[in-house]
């Protein structure tokens, strides 16, 4: 069982970065897999950005590449995703997920485990 919390939400403006962090429970943070999902009001929830086990490699939805930056700290059993040049169309509630399966997260899009969510408003 893994739980997760995010944080780093905010109202920025188009243009600003923002830096999510989510904190996963537990002793095993090292052998899940991790990934950001999002929402848009109206929207299905989407595929933003996945980081394997180890961090050596991620993998982004067309949307995010070059603007956000998937990273993670084992030792800190943390997941963070650092956005920048944010648009309004980034405006969206931002899931952490865990799997065991880096596939579940960035092909399959269903993950065993989701955060709370943290609300990012980009103002144009």
């Known amino acids: 069982q893994v739980q997760l919390v995010e944080s780093g939400g905010g109202l920025v403006q188009a243009g600003d970065s923002l830096r999510l962090s989510c904190v996963a429970s537990g002793r095993t943070f090292s052998t899940y897999a991790m990934g950001w999902f999002r929402q848009a009001p109206g929207k299905e929830r989407e595929f933003v950005a996945g980081i394997i086990r180890g961090g050596g490699s991620q993998l982004y939805a067309d949307s995010a590449k070059g603007r956000f930056t998937i990273s993670r700290d084992n030792a800190k059993n943390t997941v963070y995703l650092q956005m920048n040049s944010l648009k309004p169309e980034d405006t969206a509630v931002y899931y952490c997920?865990?799997?065991?399966?880096?596939?579940?997260?960035?092909?399959?899009?269903?993950?065993?485990?989701w955060g709370q969510g943290t609300q990012v408003t980009v103002s144009s």
């Open positions: 997920a865990a799997d065991a399966s880096f596939r579940q997260i960035v092909e399959v899009h269903q993950p065993d485990y």
